[in-house]
T-cell receptor
């Protein structure tokens, strides 16, 4: 089974420029997450999709970040304009629909490393 | 919302020794607790998880224990090897939500 795919793996941009990250979740996984991981910290949820609808985007800085999941499969996360503090790893994760009272396992991609200079 | 605290932030052990990482959570509705291992330059990988209907789970050299009353859970790695060196994250997921709250991570260094 193929894992969560992300691209690009690495990106260096200047502040105020824009960048987009792409994610393809595990086949059949209806829930897709974007996390931001700053060096030395745990992942922080930016946005959660269920199919193509947004479940939670309360931590997404909407003045500069946007995300979409057209057709309920692939997703794109965009940052425009980028700030120095956006330097981080952007992790995409996916999980299958909840079928039990307990949480479902989420699987992460390798991450997209962003450096803003 | 849920708050997960993880200790220690760094842990250095000699090869062959045991390592223990502890996490506490705040929301009594949390009922699923996965642990992830993250190697340099890679995404987090699930290594073991536990659901609130059990108190302990083992998988070869790795075990996780859960104390629902005290709201804490721990990762135990026995007979550590240099390849166990990585950052480990705990997480908690509340009942009825497909959300995950992560600890701040523990950097484990296994010295040969």
């Amino acid at each position: 089974e193929a894992g969560v795919a992300q691209s690009p793996r690495y990106k260096i941009i200047e502040k105020r420029q824009s960048v987009a990250f792409w994610c393809n979740p595990i086949s059949g996984h209806a829930t897709l997450y974007w996390y931001q991981q700053i060096l030395g910290q745990g992942p922080k949820l930016l946005i959660q999709f269920q199919n193509n609808g947004v479940v939670d985007d309360s931590q997404l800085p909407k003045d500069r970040f946007s995300a979409e999941r057209l057709k309920g499969v692939d997703s794109t996360l965009k940052i425009q304009p980028a700030k120095l503090e956006d330097s981080a790893v952007y992790l995409c994760a996916s999980s299958s629909p909840r079928r039990t009272p307990f949480g479902n396992t989420i699987y992460f991609g390798e991450g997209s490393w962003l450096t803003v200079v | 919302g849920e708050n997960v605290e993880q200790h220690p932030s760094t842990l250095s052990v000699q090869e062959g020794d045991s390592a223990v990482i502890k996490c506490t959570y705040s929301d009594s509705a949390s009922n699923y607790f996965p642990w992830y291992k993250q190697e340099l330059g890679k995404g987090p990988q699930l290594i073991i998880d536990i659901r609130s209907n059990v108190g302990e789970k083992k998988d070869q050299r790795i075990a996780v224990t859960l104390n629902k009353t005290a709201k804490h859970f721990s990762l135990h790695i026995t007979e550590t090897q240099p390849e166990d060196s990585a950052v480990y994250f705990c997480a908690a997921s509340p009942y009825n939500f497909n959300k995950f709250y992560f600890g701040s991570g523990t950097k484990l260094n296994v010295k040969p």
